[in-house]
């Protein structure tokens, strides 16, 4: 319940134009989930490809909850979801009722992130 608490005092918002969506301790940003939009076959794509958060907010959970906050409004809006961020591959496996709602990784998802320098 307190570790709950906690982190009912952090928000995560989007921020397109940076391409990532922050994790927030009031003003400051504190985590990042960086994604880059791509057009996919069937509907808009949005690839997750890099997810950090500031060493000093370490074991508080954030980065779960930064990453399903994502992931939840990136589905929300209709966008397909890629995971090619190695944490976010590794919470889907601990999330298996989003499994089924990710796009796999295909190669044109690896070159679009390789093309943009990440």
């Known amino acids: 319940m307190e570790n709950q608490e906690k982190q009912a005092a952090f928000t995560v ?5 940076r ?8 003003d400051d940003v504190i985590g990042k ?3 880059l939009s791509h057009v996919g ?8 490809f890099h997810t950090t958060v500031s060493d000093d ?3 508080q959970g954030l980065a779960s909850r930064l990453v399903q906050d994502a992931l939840d409004d990136t589905l929300a809006e209709g966008i397909a979801v890629v995971p090619v961020c190695p944490y976010v591959k590794v919470w889907l496996r601990k999330h ?7 796009t796999p990784v295909r190669p044109e998802h ?7 320098g990440q």
């Open 57 to 59: 907010y370490a074991g």
């Open 13 to 17: 918002r989007n921020a397109p134009e």
């Open 33 to 35: 989930a960086h994604y």
């Open 96 to 102: 298996p009722d989003y499994q089924q709602r990710m």
């Open 19 to 26: 391409r990532r969506y922050e994790l927030l301790d009031a």
């Open 41 to 48: 076959a069937k509907r808009p794509e949005r690839i997750f």
């Open 110 to 116: 690896l070159a679009a992130v390789e093309r943009a």
